[in-house]
Each structure stands twice: as C-alpha cells, then as structure tokens.
C-alpha cells in the first residue's frame, strides 16, 4: 500500500468527516421538515415453495461442485425453482449451467452487476414469494428447505437464515449465520457466534446474503440490496439493520444447515487490500445510511477522524484502510445521501430499538411476552458469586430464596464463579433450579482511568454473559429477571412487559462511604464518587429495588426520591429457619464466637477492633475467657495476634451450625457496611445469645427490643459479652425472643411466597392483564 495516499488521506479525514457531518445535518433537518414515513405492508407470503437465486461470476467450478446439491434439496415440491444470475462470465458458466443443469434458469448478464446487483435481478425474475439467495459456493443439506419456510407464517417475518459450517471443519467457523451487530464508542460491532444451545428459530442482527430465505414483497418494499455498497460487503448487514428499523424480523434457523467455501469466488478473484479497502468503505456507508441518530453519530465521526489520522502512525492496517476507505465514501456521498433519505422514508423505530430488538431477551419482550403468564413463572436469577456452598452471607441468601421458590417457580440460574475447580458444585444448583448456567470469569480487566464507572463493574462486564442473559430469557420463556448485587445492574434491561428486580445485598455507596468515615483516602473516596453516580443511575432502570432493611430503603430514598413505592425492605433478607436447630442450651461456658471472613474488609476491621479494643476487657473479667475465629481468608494481616492464649482460630469450617450450636455467645462487632449480616440471622436461629455493634444489627435488631445486646464503644462491648457469660438465663431468655422474632419475620417460605407474589402482580400490570 502506497504511503503517500495514506498520509494525504489522513490529513484530510477531520475536514471530510465534518464536510460529512454537515451534510446529514441538513439532510435530516430537510426529512424533518418535508420528508414522509412509508406505511408497512404485512401481509404473510406463500411458504410452500420457493425460489433459489445464484448469483454466479466465473464460478463454473463451484455450480458444477455445488449446484447439484441444491438441485435435489427442491424436488420436494413442484414450485421450486432455481436462477442461476451470471454477471457476464468469461469462464462458459453460463453454456455450462444451461447444458449440465437444464432445469435451471439462467440470467446471463451483459455486465457484472456484483453481489447486490445480481441478486436484485435474480428476485426480480422470481416466481415465488420467497426467495432463497445461495452463494454459488454453497452445498445445501437436503432437507433445509422446509425449514427454512417455515417461520415466513408469521406476517413480520422479513428473511430467515440457514446455520453455515465450513465445508472443510478445521476451518476456524467466521461465520455461521447466528448474526449480531452492536454499537460501541462511535462503531459498529459484526460478529457471527456459535451456541449450540439455540435450537429454534432465534432473532439475529441481519440475513446473510448467500444463505437466507428472504420475503420477496418485502425485500422489493425496502429496495433490495442497495447499489450503494457495490461490488461486496455489507449490503445484507445494511438490509438487515433496515429490515429491523422497519418493524420487521429477522431470524436465524439452526436447523437448515448448509455448507460453505468462503469467500470461495470473492477471495480467489480479488487482493487481500481490495476487499480490506472495500470493507472499510462499506462499514463507513453502512453507518451513513442506516444510523439516523445523533448521539451514536457525532461519537462516530470523531472515532473515525482519530482513527484515520493515526493511519500513518499506527502499525495496524486497519487504521490505514480507515483513511483510505473514508476518502472513497466521502466521494460516495451523493448515493448515500440518497439512500439516506429512503432509510428514513422507510423506518419505523429508531436505531436503538432497532439494535435491542435483534437481542433474544428485547425479542421476546417486544413479540412474545403478552397476554396472562403461566401458572409457573419462568425466572432468570443472575448472581456474581457462586451460590454453592454457601460460603458468605449473600449465597445464603440466594440459596434460601432459591430453595424457597422452587415448588412455586422454574428458576434460571446463571451465575459467575471465580475459578473452574468451583463449577461442580455448582451442579448441585440442579436439584431446587430448572437449569443453571456458569461461567468462569476471566481476570482483572486492565484499569480504563479515564472512565467514570467504577472498576468493579468493569470486573463483571462480560459480552458472553449478556449473550447467555438474552439467549435464556428467550428459550426458557421467562416471565421474571432476577438481579443479585449491584455489580450486575449494568445488565438491567429496558423491558416493556418482562419486570426486572435487583437486590442490593447492600447499598453498595452507603456501604463505602461508612468506610471512608473511618480512614478518608484519596483513591477510595474517588472510587466512592464514581460507586455513587452510577448506583443512583442504575437502581432507575428496574421496575423494583429490593434491600435488607427499612434503614437501607431510607437512605437509598434520600439519594433516588424517585424509587418511592418501588423499594421493598423485607422480601429477601430471609433463612430457613427449618434447617437450624435451635439449643438454648446448655452451652460451652466462656466461649465467644466470631464469624467471618476475613477476605471481607469489615470482617477483618471488626475482628481487629474487638481484638485490640474489647477482648483485653472481656478476659480481665473472665480469664477464661476463649474467642473462637471461623471462616476463609488469609490470617497474615492479624499478625500476631492469633497467638494469644485465649483466642482460638479455626479458619474455613464448611457447615458453621455446629459452632452456632456449641458456644456460649456469638459477637458482631461489624463497624462498616450496609445491609443485614447473615450470620446474624444464623445466630438468632440457632439459639446463640448475640452482642453486636448497632451497624451490626441494623435491619434485624434495636436498642429495647430484647434480641440482642447492642453496643458501639469498646468499654460497653466488653461489659454485654460478659454480663451474658455470668447470667445464661438471662441470655437463654434473649436467644427465645431472637429465635421467635426470626421465625416470624424473616423465614425463607413465608417471604419466597410473598416475594412470588409480587413477581407475579408486576407481570400482570405490565402486560395488563
């Protein structure tokens, strides 16, 4: 490639992308004023036959190969026919189609037409109301026809796809007819992808040009393959982006299966830097064309203009096809421009829609999800952490609702775990869930400064995550989406009739802003400021937020007024109670229990606070005294602490009940966080007298009402735990009330019945029933 061009190119992209910018400004000004939107015809074509068109330029190898496969896939009804379109081949394709294939027709062409050209030919001279478009290089499986007809029942249905693999199967799979498209920073994403799990007709971003049914009265209404994109690429990505815009569907079926050499006749017949060039131009033209707003455009023509403008710098070609490739749109624009305007004649909803609806989850949502749901809710439950076992307080929530629901509700489970040694026990999930997906996540994402979304969202942003979300709501039907954590917010979709709830296990900026009151830090407090604009965002885009208590509902209202009458306190901050057996006792006298681990920060700072602060007062009462430590983590930031005569840590301990069943007293001494503490709620269950700090218990306990001791300085702290050591009737009497209050306010069945029950009346409201 020669430099000279690039360099002058690249000089010149910010002038032409303004020159551009400016030029659709006043174009779509005009449409605004004088311009008129097309009406939709919908009527459903005739599915029992067909019309396989070919486009065909010195393919005679590949028809002679192929054709015949094609040939014995349309017996199957008198109707079918086959057009071979020759774009004025030097090779005797056409003598050769008309001598060996008699029963095909053929439109031999005085000039090569292209791609686009020759298939808008080839549907002109169609008989049928469906018309299937094959790449000359191409073998079909015998049975893909049928198949394929099948969805066009459906009035909106615009074209439907066949599956593609490669003739040859070591070839890595770029393409397989499973198509999306999104939009990124100012550009457009194309990708093919591979999930064996979609088994159905499923929607997909656009019908690729040689290996799709399409609905010829609706192909003709939306102008066919545009000229614009002459001679390759992009013009069915384009068609499908409108189809959509249009109010239409497009489908992939993995069942019609064909067999692809690609780029068979294109890669043979032109350079590696022609079809590069080619592709940057069209990807330009595309955008042009099809996107109509604003806030996607103005991010596009700036990332284009830097892009083009470090061509010569930039070691990637693709940077120097960038520039090249907008010099040849700008002197393009007059077609697109044209074009332009009957994209906006023709559109029926704007371009974010128009991406969302080619999305599994946005699919069912906008054309499936209507009228009274099941007398079983389908729900999706998504989780950041594995849920078995339940080894921190938030997968004791979610395995308690989880099991709660089961004979009431399939639940969906898919779920992030840290490492793969963790998926197995994953497996267990199966037994109280309809099915259950998990994915590894991969690691740390490099730190992006300049973002104003905190880095732990970052952690959990994941394409194959949001895939399998989209895919699951579609095939399994959901009726429900379940959101655990704030982390995973980002993956709330804007749904009409499919509610979606998050639990904030805590108020994740309330959380971290009590921890900067300790110990203020630069680095933390801008990690603070960022938590707290995206949560008060984020927590908007659900129909309902549920949190651990009255206090977390309180303080996130004072942020988010707006949420009022869409916040409940008290549906998931829940336990078995069936499954711990409560002891009064007798207990091990003098013993203290602390659990936790330390991995979490407020763990650690808590079990350092009592240790440093309380533990001295407790055993210059009770020299006996024993604190007995339980849970994961690493022990190397207590020092030597541990070392103390009277302190005795067990670390992981899988199944804690017996601890809660064997020792005398169980401490909170939590200084930091939000939300409801778990192991307090085991506590209560389990009979163990409890001390915690006010922090500790919030959401579960008060000053006067006899659940538990409650105090937040050192001296306090020490006098309640050993008050309750010398006097067991007295905290035997605490344990009654604490076990009573939890069986009565917090047990998983009851709440996973109401908590249906709301699921349940914020379908029927959406889909107003």
């Known amino acids: ?21 400016f030029a659709f400004v006043v174009e779509d000004c005009c449409f605004v004023l004088f311009g008129k939107r097309q009406q939709r015809r919908d009527a459903a074509p005739r599915n029992a036959a067909a019309t396989v068109v070919i486009p065909n330029w010195n393919g005679r190898d590949l028809l002679e190969k192929f054709l015949p496969s094609v040939i014995t896939a349309l017996e199957g009804h008198p109707d079918n026919e086959i057009i071979v379109v020759d774009n004025a081949s030097s090779d005797d394709s056409v003598a050769f189609v008309r001598e060996r294939f008699p029963c095909v027709r053929v439109l031999a062409q005085s000039e090569n037409l292209g791609f686009g050209g020759g298939s808008n030919a080839g549907f002109a001279a169609a008989r049928n109301d469906i018309v299937v478009l094959l790449n000359n290089d191409m073998r079909v499986e015998p049975d893909f ?11 909106l249905v615009f074209s439907v796809s066949c599956q593609i693999f490669f003739s040859d199967p070591a070839k890595r799979r770029e393409e397989t007819g499973l198509t999306e498209t999104w939009w990124e920073r100012g550009r457009l994403r194309v990708s093919h992808r591979i999930d064996p799990e979609v088994d159905v007709p499923y929607p997909c971003a656009y019908p690729g040009g040689g290996s799709s ?34 109010g239409w569907k497009v489908l992939y079926e993995p069942r019609s299966i064909v067999f692809h050499e690609h780029r068979g006749t294109i890669g043979k017949k032109f350079s590696t830097d022609f079809i590069q060039a080619v592709v940057q131009k069209n990807l330009l033209l595309y955008i042009w064309k099809n996107i ?11 990332d284009t203009a830097a892009i083009a403008l470090a061509g010569p710098l930039a070691g990637s070609a693709k940077a120097r096809y960038t520039a090249l490739g907008l010099v040849r749109a700008v002197l393009a624009l007059p077609e697109a421009l044209r074009s332009r305007w009957r994209a906006h004649e023709l559109a029926q909803v704007d371009d974010v829609e128009a991406f969302r609806r080619q999305r599994g989850a946005y699919y069912r949502d906008r054309f499936e999800a209507n009228g009274p749901p099941s007398d079983r809710l389908q729900v999706l439950f998504t989780s950041p952490y594995p849920i078995e076992p339940p080894t921190h307080g938030g997968a004791v929530f979610m395995k308690g609702a989880l099991e709660a629901m089961q004979p009431l509700v399939d639940v969906h489970v898919l779920s992030f775990v840290d490492e793969a040694s963790q998926l197995p026990a994953q497996e267990r999930l199966r037994e109280y869930c309809a099915s259950g997906e998990f994915f590894v996540r991969e690691g740390k994402p490099p730190r992006n400064l300049a973002s104003l979304l905190p880095f732990v969202i970052h952690e959990f942003s994941d394409r194959e995550f949001a895939w399998a979300i989209d895919r699951i709501i579609f095939l399994k039907k959901v009726d429900v989406v379940q959101i655990e954590y704030t982390i995973l917010g980002q993956y709330a979709g804007a749904y009409d009739r499919i509610p979606t709830f998050l639990f904030e ?49 309180e303080y996130l209202l004072e942020f988010v007024p707006e949420l009022k009458g869409r916040i409940d306190p008290d549906l998931r901050a829940l336990i078995d109670t069936t499954s711990y057996r409560f002891v009064p006792g007798p207990r091990e006298p003098n013993t203290i229990l602390f659990v936790g681990s330390v991995r979490h920060k407020p763990n650690l700072h808590a079990l350092l606070w009592f240790i440093d602060h309380v533990f001295p007062r407790v055993v210059a009462a009770k020299p006996d005294a024993t604190l007995v430590i339980a849970g994961a983590g690493s022990w190397e930031a207590m ?3 541990l070392k103390h005569p009277n302190i005795r840590p067990l670390g992981f301990v899988p199944d804690m009940r017996e601890l809660f069943e064997r020792y005398a007293l169980f401490i909170c001494p939590i200084l930091s966080g939000s939300g409801v503490r778990v192991k307090l709620l085991e506590a209560f269950a389990s009979g163990i007298p409890v001390v915690s700090t006010t922090l500790g218990a919030e959401g579960l306990a008060s000053k006067g009402d006899g659940y538990c001791e409650l105090a937040d300085r050192p ?25 009573q209050m939890v069986e009565r306010e917090k047990d998983a069945t009851r709440l996973a019945a109401r908590l249906v029950e709301v699921y349940r009346r914020e379908v029927l409201r959406l889909r107003q029933c």
């Not at 490639?1 to 551009?20: E, K, N, R, T």
């Not at 109509?292 to 700036?302: G, T």
């Not at 001296?715 to 605490?734: C, G």
Request: aromatic residues 14%; contains cysteine; hydrophobic residues 45%.
């Open 639 to 641: 020092g030597n602490k």
């Open 292 to 302: 109509h707003d604003w806030r996607m455009l103005l991010p596009h023509f700036v």
């Open 213 to 246: 049914a399409f609905h010829r009265q609706k192909f003709k209404e939306i102008g066919g393959f545009d000229e614009l994109f002459k001679p390759f690429y992009y013009e069915d990505t384009a068609l499908g982006h409108l189809a959509w815009k249009r």
């Open 1 to 21: 490639m020669a430099f000279l061009p690039v360099v002058l190119a690249a000089v010149l992209s910010p002038f032409l992308c303004l020159f551009a910018a």
């Open 145 to 155: 026809l049928p198949l394929l007809l099948r969805p066009f029942a459906d009035p």
């Open 505 to 553: 296990h805590d108020v994740s900026f309330q959380s971290l802003g009590r921890s900067l009151k300790k110990q203020w830090k630069l680095r933390p407090f801008i990690a603070y400021m960022q938590l707290l604009r995206y949560e008060t965002r984020m927590v908007r885009n659900f129909r309902r937020v549920q949190v651990c208590s009255r206090e977390n509902e």
């Open 715 to 739: 001296e306090d702290f020490a006098s309640a735990v050993v008050e309750l050591l010398q006097d067991p009737v007295r905290a035997e009497a605490m344990a009654v009330r604490a076990r």
